[in-house]
Nanobody, 127 residues
Framework: QVQLVESGGGLVQAGGSLRLSCAASGRTLSRYGMGWFRQAPGKEREFVAAISWSGGSTYYADSVKGRFTISRDNAKNLVYVQMNSLKPDDTAVYYC????????????????????WGQGTQVTVSS
């Protein structure tokens, strides 16, 4: 069992930056591919970014490519997403998730493939 806790959300102006963290307990994160998803009010949860269990591959939604960067520190059991040039459309609750299968990141874009989820952290971008 893996417990995931997101942090780092908040209110930021358009054009600003935030770094979200996902802390894991219960198992070492190095066993898992990790993803970030988000859900805006009235919308379905959507994929944001993924990183393979080894950190060797990353994958991004087109909407965040070039602005967001996912990374991991397996020694600290942490996964991050650095979000730059934020837009009001990025406003959502952001969730991290862990995937037990050792897929490459480009295969990790569906929420159905993940085994564990955090509770989410709110990101609000004002215009």
């Amino acid at each position: 069992q893996v417990q995931l806790v997101e942090s780092g959300g908040g209110l930021v102006q358009a054009g600003g930056s935030l770094r979200l963290s996902c802390a894991a307990s219960g198992r070492t994160l190095s066993r898992y591919g990790m993803g970030w998803f988000r859900q805006a009010p009235g919308k379905e949860r959507e994929f944001v970014a993924a990183i393979s269990w080894s950190g060797g591959s990353t994958y991004y939604a087109d909407s965040v490519k070039g602005r967001f960067t996912i990374s991991r520190d397996n020694a600290k059991n942490l996964v991050y997403v650095q979000m730059n040039s934020l837009k009001p459309d990025d406003t959502a609750v952001y969730y991290c998730a862990a995937d037990r299968t050792r897929r490459t990141a480009d295969k990790m874009g569906s929420s159905a493939g993940y085994d564990y989820w955090g509770q989410g952290t709110q990101v609000t971008v004002s215009s």
